[in-house]
């Protein structure tokens, strides 16, 4: 799997760092996680710098793309160059976006004739697009999905996960991120050992293709 997270500046910290850690989790071998911004590096809303792994233009390769949310999205949902630079195919690709990037999808002409959802702050905006907005974490019509609400991004991870490895690969990395005794359990030490050592693999890869 060729996972792409895109970024961009103002974007939410967690939206980004939460799916990354949550893809790396998965440990396989030939799968690979990255990080695709316009520029070398960009800022979060809170002023976190990250330097990108490769070009935005490079999800064309990719099975999957996943487009970050935060304030950079009003600007980038008009953004000519930036859209510009995408050449997605929901035949192919998984295609999904987390809070307010569904204002990106719906500017990619992705959303058209769909339902989703999104940050409720942007909700009458991506609905002045002609996009049906429902109030719901989670939302796929079949390769394009949206989720909105931070946490949301375990569902849109989890979808990504059961459609590449399965289901029983989704339910172990999720069961890894539960609180302890919510979910996780400390007889569960032998299983979360293997997630994390796996997520400590996939991030060394993924920071050598810097």
Same mark, same amino acid.
């Given at each position: 799997?060729?996972?792409?997270?895109? *970024?961009?500046?103002?974007?939410?910290?967690?939206?980004?760092?939460?799916?990354?850690?949550?893809?790396?989790?998965?440990?396989?071998?030939?799968?690979?996680?990255?990080?695709?911004?316009?520029?070398?590096?960009?800022?979060?809303?809170?002023?976190? /710098?990250?330097?990108?792994?490769?070009?935005?233009?490079?999800?064309?390769?990719?099975?999957?793309?996943?487009?970050?949310?935060?304030?950079?999205?009003?600007?980038?949902? *008009?953004?000519?160059?930036?859209?510009?630079?995408?050449?997605?195919?929901?035949?192919?690709?998984?295609?999904?976006?987390?809070?307010?990037?569904?204002?990106?999808?719906?500017?990619?002409?992705?959303?058209?004739?769909?339902?989703? *959802?999104?940050? %409720?702050?942007?909700?009458?905006?991506? /609905?002045?697009?002609?996009?049906?907005?429902? /109030?719901? %974490?989670?939302?796929?019509?079949?390769?394009?999905?949206?989720?909105?609400?931070?946490?949301?991004?375990?569902?849109?991870?989890?979808?990504?996960?059961?459609?590449? &490895?399965?289901?029983?690969?989704?339910?172990?990395?999720?069961?890894?991120?539960? %609180?302890?005794?919510?979910?996780?359990? &400390?007889?569960?030490?032998?299983?979360?050992?293997?997630?994390?050592?796996?997520?400590?693999?996939?991030?060394? *890869?993924?920071?050598?293709?810097?």
């Amino acid at each position: 799997m060729e996972a792409a997270i895109i *970024t961009f500046d103002d974007f939410t910290d967690i939206d980004v760092f939460f799916m990354w850690d949550l893809l790396n989790r998965v440990g396989d071998p030939n799968s690979r996680v990255r990080i695709l911004g316009e520029s070398e590096k960009h800022a979060s809303s809170t002023g976190v /710098e990250i330097r990108r792994h490769g070009h935005i233009s490079e999800t064309s390769g990719c099975d999957v793309v996943l487009f970050s949310s935060g304030m950079g999205t009003r600007r980038k949902r *008009t953004d000519a160059e930036f859209l510009s630079a995408f050449r997605l195919d929901s035949e192919r690709q998984l295609i999904g976006s987390m809070c307010s990037g569904a204002l990106l999808l719906a500017a990619l002409g992705l959303l058209e004739g769909k339902s989703a *959802t999104t940050y %409720p702050t942007v909700r009458t905006l991506l /609905e002045s697009t002609g996009v049906r907005v429902v /109030e719901q %974490p989670f939302v796929r019509e079949g390769n394009i999905a949206t989720a909105a609400g931070c946490l949301a991004a375990q569902y849109l991870a989890g979808w990504v996960i059961e459609e590449k &490895f399965g289901a029983a690969k989704r339910e172990e990395v999720l069961r890894s991120i539960q %609180p302890v005794g919510e979910g996780l359990y &400390f007889s569960d030490t032998e299983q979360v050992a293997g997630a994390h050592a796996t997520r400590n693999d996939g991030a060394q *890869t993924a920071s050598a293709a810097r």
